[in-house]
Nanobody
Framework: QAQLVESGGGLVQAGGSLNLSCVVS????????MGWFRQAPGRERELVAA????????YYVNSVKGRFTISRDNAKNAFYLRMNSLKPEDTALYHC??????????????WGQGTQVTVSS
């Protein structure tokens, strides 16, 4: 069974930066699409960014385009989310997840436990 473990969350002032990391154990990393989700209190979970095996054509939700960068290191079984110019509305619990290409994220079996990101104004 694969496991995903996030790290790197914390408290930062608006305009600051954070780097999130997700290390994947198990035999899924090389072929799966990796994604970062977030969920704020009272709001639905949303896909923030996703990246395929090759790293080409990553996906970003509109609200983070130009500020966040997703990347992956297949040799280390890890992927990352660099978050710049953070805003208070980025405050949420961030989860990493993995899914087989072409399948719905809603059916993913592989989720990390989450790391809290809090942006103060």
């Amino acid at each position: 069974q694969a496991q995903l473990v996030e790290s790197g969350g914390g408290l930062v002032q608006a305009g600051g930066s954070l780097n999130l990391s997700c290390v994947v154990s198990g035999r899924i990393f090389s072929t799966y699409v990796m994604g970062w989700f977030r969920q704020a209190p009272g709001r639905e979970r949303e896909l923030v960014a996703a990246i395929g095996w090759s790293g080409d054509m990553p996906y970003y939700v509109n609200s983070v385009k130009g500020r966040f960068t997703i990347s992956r290191d297949n040799a280390k079984n890890a992927f990352y989310l660099r978050m710049n110019s953070l805003k208070p509305e980025d405050t949420a619990l961030y989860h990493c997840a993995a899914q087989y290409p072409g399948r719905s994220w809603a059916n993913s079996e592989y989720w990390g436990q989450g790391t809290q990101v809090t942006v103060s104004s």
